[in-house]
């Protein structure tokens, strides 16, 4: 029973624990957001800002960053800055009454000369620096003349010069970093130059602190060494060294006492950047050794027991500081973990939206796909056949019945004989027996009274209803042909957003595991990334250091590759060094399983230049490869330009991703739709997998093609008629396994039926394929031209294509190289 209670008492417990740690993040969360919207949006933060900035000297009595923070929070903020000004004010005050005099009246001197020339300035924000340091040097140069009276001096003047210099660059980096104070709703991430301007306008802030002291502890140092430690810990050596450099720098000129503290922030954002893997205890490290060392071999005059104090406080307030801080500001500078996932969560919702995006597309054109095919036309034929003659009789009765004496005995009384004679005169009218004789005639005389007009209006309305037949008939069949179509775009768009979702995968142990190994072997290589390691499917690219192109990837890295995935690897793509000591970068994927060698010969009609035929191998994707022949009606310009249209257009959809037999009714479709004209092609169509020699034959109207295995010869051949003919019609697909050695023989009906006195043209195509001593494509291509042409002799008496393809293994031109610490790919796991 106790175990019982245990069991059911510890997942409450937890289920308490969790809930208990979810409502803290929350009321942290919405404790976050209060202060932000006081601080923030009220502009209260602009308020302290302005104060410490206020009584913020340099070199003991230069005050270059009221006029600035001012003149940024006007221009960013303008409802705002009436609270930084009473900040600045407030700070000022502290100094002296000369300060806050000086502050005020610099300030109403800046609003005076931006607001008369305000319809003079094309770009305000440009502009304002300028006006800053004008303001500056006028006020300088005139509280020194009415403080020294006439007794100004060249000091006085290059004092008033150097503040005024100070106070335009300090304005160029106010306005960049004040909103990332005073706009609460903004990008989510800093460029470089914000990240340091921030860093200026913090190090500025603390320099306000310079004089306050708690139980004889600096103020200024521990912010500045807890500002140091914070941005080591996010952004890591390379921002927290900046950081104490630019802190140091900036209270070293308010301070030059305080000159040796920048080498002691910037070793210590330095080494707690370092150490910045052990979290905050490793900056904190960091900070301990930098004061140390600096403590008992600096030549400050402060105790070591002084400065450790200091440090252990802003270690104390680093980890007071809530993690939520931390990894928001995190996200805001670039190069840290937080910034690059706050990125690809960006990438991937703009993917996601994407793919939605095409996803609803597919659907619409399946819809679309689904309304043309309606109930109606999924109905019986015969229902539609007796619906349709219904309509026929219809409108004959209604010419001959509707004022005749007898329609109550006819169709009232008799309804049944009436509309089985009416067929059966309907269908001799349709034979061509007018007038209708026979036993049909003498019925149809003894029925009816009008028995000849009824035969005249049978036979007037016959032919609009086989038109209005055939109508309907091309109307469905059109439908469904653009059904078919738009069920196709569908599914390839679908793929394509199922492709688009597909995320890399993490081969990131694989990437060093097969680096290693060839780092091992004596290769220099400096970077490599998988994208996929799939069989038959594999992509890696690499960057190789001082790239001379000598053939390394070609002859090392890929054989190596090879034994370490355990299938053929090549070559895909080399982008050389741009010069000798440049990188070159390498992409690797798998070979083929199977390749295709392929030999053409063609002749025009009586050795004219244009021939009617036209042909193509299409590289489809990296595993299909298709041969095709279209044969144009006729012969010349005309047949030329059908034929290669028709390849045109059928290599276009084919290479959208589109199923053959939709894409080659397609192609029928436009050819059929195009032109009124009766020009016709035929189309043969071989689709053959390079990854296990399977293929596809779609014959259009088109002759039979020839396998030879050996001393074998197989013919395949389908029944369609070319192209063109029809709106719609079914397209015969035939499949065969084809090997490696196998030769495939296609060609066009110029060849096929070109020799001259042969009763079987199939026996003897095979024979001559089979007499063939050469298994060279080319040859084999020339000599059956040859034959065919001798036949005639000489004379070509129509367009002639063959086309021989051979299917060979993919041998690789390098062997594999053995590497010891991989032999498999299971191994890199």
Not at 133 to 158: K, R, S
Not at 449 to 474: C, F, G, P, W
């Amino acid at each position: 029973m106790e175990k019982i209670e245990q069991s059911v008492m510890e997942p409450v417990g937890k289920v308490d624990i969790e809930h208990t740690k979810t409502e803290f993040s929350m009321g942290m969360k919405v404790i976050m957001q209060k202060l932000e919207w006081f601080f923030v949006q009220k502009g209260f933060v602009l308020f302290g800002l302005g104060f410490l900035l206020g009584r913020a000297l340099i070199l003991s009595h230069l005050t270059p960053f009221a006029m600035p923070f001012f003149a940024a929070v006007y221009m960013v903020r303008r409802d705002r800055a009436p609270v930084a000004l009473m900040g600045l004010l407030a700070g000022s005050l502290t100094l002296s009454l000369t300060n806050i005099t000086y502050t005020f009246a610099s300030t109403i001197l800046f609003l005076i000369i931006f607001r008369v020339t305000r319809k003079f300035q094309k770009n305000e924000l440009k502009a304002v620096p300028y006006f800053v340091f004008f303001t500056t040097i006028t006020a300088n140069l005139t509280f020194d003349y009415i403080t020294n009276g006439q007794m100004m001096t060249v000091y006085d003047g290059a004092m008033a010069g150097v503040e005024a210099t100070l106070s335009f660059i300090l304005t160029l980096i106010f306005i960049q970093s004040v909103p990332l104070f005073s706009i609460s709703k903004r990008k989510k991430s800093m460029r470089t130059e914000e990240v340091v301007s921030l860093i200026i306008l913090l190090a500025s802030v603390m320099t306000g602190t310079i004089g306050w002291s708690v139980y004889n502890l600096s103020i200024e140092h521990i912010l500045s060494r807890y500002l140091v430690l914070l941005f080591s810990f996010v952004a890591g050596a390379t921002v927290g060294s900046t950081v104490g450099v630019v802190t140091g720098l900036i209270f070293s000129l308010a301070n030059v006492a305080s000159f040796y503290q920048m080498s002691m922030l910037a070793f210590s954002g330095l080494l707690g950047g370092l150490l910045k893997e052990g979290k905050k205890a490793g900056a904190a490290i960091g900070l301990l050794i930098a004061t140390l060392l600096v403590g008992m071999y600096g030549e400050s005059d402060t105790s070591l027991t002084k400065t450790l104090y200091e440090s252990g406080i802003a270690i104390l307030l680093l980890f007071l500081t809530p993690a939520a801080l931390t990894m928001k500001l995190a996200k805001y500078i670039p190069g840290t973990a937080e910034y690059n996932q706050e990125q690809q969560q960006y990438i991937r919702k703009v993917r996601d939206v994407t793919a939605s995006r095409v996803e609803q597309f597919s659907s619409v054109f399946q819809a679309l796909s689904n309304s043309f095919v309606s109930l109606e036309e999924q109905m019986e034929n015969d229902d539609v056949d007796e619906r349709e003659f219904d309509q026929f009789l219809s409108n004959v009765t209604e010419k001959t019945c509707q004022t005749c004496f007898k329609k109550e005995q006819c169709w009232a009384r008799n309804f049944n004989q009436t509309y089985d004679l009416m067929k059966d005169v309907m269908f001799e009218v349709d034979q061509g027996h007018v007038p209708v004789n026979g036993k049909v005639g003498r019925e149809l005389e003894k029925h009816c009274v009008r028995s000849k007009k009824v035969q005249d209006v049978i036979s007037q309305e016959l032919t609009y209803y086989q038109a209005n037949l055939k109508l309907k008939k091309q109307v469905q069949e059109s439908r469904k042909l653009v059904a078919d179509q738009l069920l196709g775009v569908s599914e390839v768009m679908g793929d394509f957003a199922r492709e688009i979702q597909r995320e890399r995968e993490n081969h990131q142990q694989q990437e060093e595991q097969i680096l290693e190994s060839l780092q091992d072997f004596g290769m220099e290589i400096e970077n490599v990334e998988i994208y996929s390691l799939d069989k038959g499917n594999v992509d890696i690219e690499m960057v190789l250091p001082n790239g001379n192109g000598h053939g390394e990837g070609e002859k090392l890295i890929a054989p190596m590759l090879s034994d370490i995935l355990g299938e053929n690897i090549i070559v895909q793509k080399e982008d050389a060094a741009a010069f000798p000591s440049g990188h070159c970068q390498l992409t690797f994927g798998s070979a083929k399983a199977y390749v295709v060698d392929t030999g053409v010969a063609h002749a025009a009609k009586g050795g004219g230049l244009i021939s009617g035929d036209s042909y193509s191998m299409i590289e489809l994707s990296a595993s299909k490869y298709a041969v095709a022949i279209s044969d144009g009606m006729g012969n010349g310009e005309r047949a030329h330009y059908e034929s290669n249209e028709t390849l045109s257009l059928l290599q276009k959809i084919l290479q959208s991703g589109i199923e053959e037999k939709v894409a080659i009714k397609a192609v029928n479709s436009i050819l059929s739709l195009r032109t009124n004209d009766e020009i016709f092609s035929t189309l043969d169509l071989a689709m053959i997998d390079l990854q296990d020699a399977s293929s596809k034959f779609l014959k259009i109207g088109s002759t039979p093609s020839f396998i030879k295995r050996g001393d074998k010869v197989v013919k395949v051949e389908a029944g369609n008629l070319p192209m063109g003919i029809f709106y719609e019609f079914d397209v015969d697909v035939v499949s065969e396994q084809l090997k490696a050695g196998d030769l495939l023989i296609m060609m066009s009906d110029g060849v096929f039926e070109g020799p001259k006195h042969v009763e079987n043209y199939d026996m003897w195509m095979k024979r001559k394929i089979k007499e063939v001593g050469t298994d060279d494509p080319q040859a084999m291509a020339d000599i059956i031209m040859e034959e065919v042409i001798r036949t005639r002799s000489g004379e070509i008496e129509d367009d002639m294509t063959i086309v021989v393809s051979k299917i060979k293994h993919n041998t690789p031109k390098w062997s594999s190289i053995p590497v010891q610490k991989f032999k498999r790919k299971e191994q890199v796991s």
